[in-house]
């Protein structure tokens, strides 16, 4: 329990020097600031793995499934690289939003930050009741598993068309009823004085659609993480990881979401493969380092074919011109 307390304590600590200090003034972050802190998140993911190490060598915190420290170690870097690739369409998806509402870049950062601690909390909740869910009934397993292969094929099968508008989204249409809606940005305000009546302005709608989003997300990344351990600690803390990291990750692909359209396909066979193995859990027995070797190599093929394309699609252009 005082590890739990610790990390939570740890990132809420954090958060606060983020707003309270490191961001403390609303300013666009431009692509070399978000590189920056996109390689220091993912840095200190991955030598977090090393603290799960030493945590399990110590029996420091509670080991339900009985995990040797260096197969706990696996688990908790191949369940933040699930997290950290499943986020990639959430990044499109916040891009759309901002758009969408017209959320100035120096004010997308305070939104996102919002976002996040609610994400925390909701990701916190789906994964105590989805762990719980699997150590009570163990055939739900085989629902996750058979929900992870349909996302799939319903991903590669989506059409170009069926792109989200936030505008003509259930939730801004609901959140309209239940409050007044501004057009118009108030510097980084979430709600205005409007005729003595309180309204929401843009940067709030924002707000609630991408928590909202990271919900419906999160009923894919959750089942995808549990096909990897049940264990809480390393499942709440990879995704915490993760999603800690999306906000610069956001801020570093933002403006060239389009060089990575293949990486969809990285994430098809991802799920598939997660899907696949909670199908046959019973039956196949995957090592760590297999699971981890596919889920890193799918993930590099995904990076480099869309990076590759991307240039061949520049050049051509440019010599059309």
Do not use: C
Not at 163 to 189: N, W
Not at 192 to 219: G, Q, S, W, Y
Not at 223 to 234: G, N
Request: aromatic share 16%; charged share 15%.
């Amino acid at each position: 329990m005082i590890v739990w307390i610790l990390f939570i304590s740890a990132i809420l600590v954090f958060l606060a020097l983020d707003l309270g200090v490191f961001n403390k003034t609303p300013h666009i972050i431009n692509t070399k600031e978000a590189s920056k802190w996109t390689a220091i998140w993912v840095t200190i993911s991955f030598l977090f793995s090393g603290v799960v190490y030493w945590l399990y060598a110590n029996n420091y915190v509670a080991n339900p499934d009985a995990l040797k420290p260096t197969v706990a170690s696996m688990k908790f870097i191949t369940g933040y690289l699930i997290e950290l690739s499943l986020s990639v369409d959430n990044i499109f998806v916040i891009a759309i939003i901002f758009s969408s509402f017209r959320i100035p870049q120096k004010y997308q950062h305070r939104v996102l930050f919002w976002g996040i601690l609610g994400a925390i909390v909701f990701r916190g909740l789906m994964i105590f009741f989805g762990v719980m869910l699997i150590n009570k009934f163990t055939w739900t397993t085989y629902l996750f598993g058979l929900f992870l292969i349909y996302t799939a094929i319903k991903m590669l099968f989506a059409k170009d068309d069926d792109k989200f508008e936030p505008k003509k989204s259930l939730i801004y249409k609901t959140l309209r009823k239940v409050i007044p809606v501004s057009a118009h940005i108030d510097g980084e305000h979430f709600f205005v004085k409007k005729r003595h009546l309180t309204a929401a302005t843009p940067l709030f709608v924002a707000l609630i659609i991408i928590e909202v989003m990271d919900v419906l997300f999160a009923v894919d990344s959750v089942p995808a993480i549990l096909a990897i351990t049940s264990d809480p600690f390393l499942v709440f803390s990879s995704n915490i990881f993760a999603i800690l990291g999306l906000r610069s990750m956001y801020f570093f692909l933002a403006n060239m979401l389009e060089r990575f359209s293949y990486l969809e396909y990285s994430l098809i066979a991802i799920l598939s493969f997660v899907g696949l193995k909670m199908l046959f859990h019973d039956f196949i027995e995957v090592p760590e380092w297999a699971s981890l070797g596919f889920i890193a190599l799918s993930l590099a093929i995904g990076i480099v074919v869309s990076l590759r394309l991307s240039e061949e699609t520049t050049s051509v252009s440019k010599k059309n011109t």
